[in-house]
């Protein structure tokens, strides 16, 4: 038997210059994801869907600082009630000195955005 989970925000995991990791438990089954993780870049211009199914999703983030994409790697995860979103984010290979401080910022405002679009879920 489950026990009632308390509502948690993301948990980003921030400062480390090669990765950013975030997560987030949500209330919902790992099929409802796929649209609620769409609404939520439509929210937050810093990234654009590359690839999403039921498993997971590939964002990009275009980068000044780089000529390559960000790939924020996304795996959905089903947990007792719910599913569990993880997801690490790293610079563009053969960049120096790419901000972690804006990467990790990034990962923030697309988590919050996720949560904010799934609701009290």
């Given amino acids: ?6 509502a948690r925000g993301p948990r980003i995991e921030r400062g480390d210059p090669d990765l ?6 949500l209330a919902l ?3 409802m994801l796929a649209g609620l993780v769409r609404r939520a870049v439509q929210t937050s211009p810093s990234f654009t869907v590359t690839t999403i199914d039921d498993a997971g999703a590939v ?7 780089a000529t390559g994409d960000l790939a ?4 959905f995860t089903p947990v007792d ?3 569990r979103i993880d997801g690490e984010l790293r610079p563009p290979s053969g960049t120096i000195g790419a901000s ?3 990467r990790d910022d990034d990962a923030t405002a697309l988590f919050e955005a996720i949560a904010s679009a799934a609701g009290p879920f």
Wanted: charged share 30%; proline share 9%.
């Fill in 100 to 102: 972690v401080k804006r």
């Fill in 72 to 75: 924020f790697r996304l795996t």
């Fill in 59 to 65: 964002l990009s983030r275009r980068s000044a600082l």
């Fill in 81 to 83: 009630g719910g599913t």
């Fill in 1 to 6: 038997m489950s026990s009632p989970r308390e």
């Fill in 20 to 25: 950013t990791r975030a997560s987030l438990d």
């Fill in 29 to 31: 089954p790992p099929a």
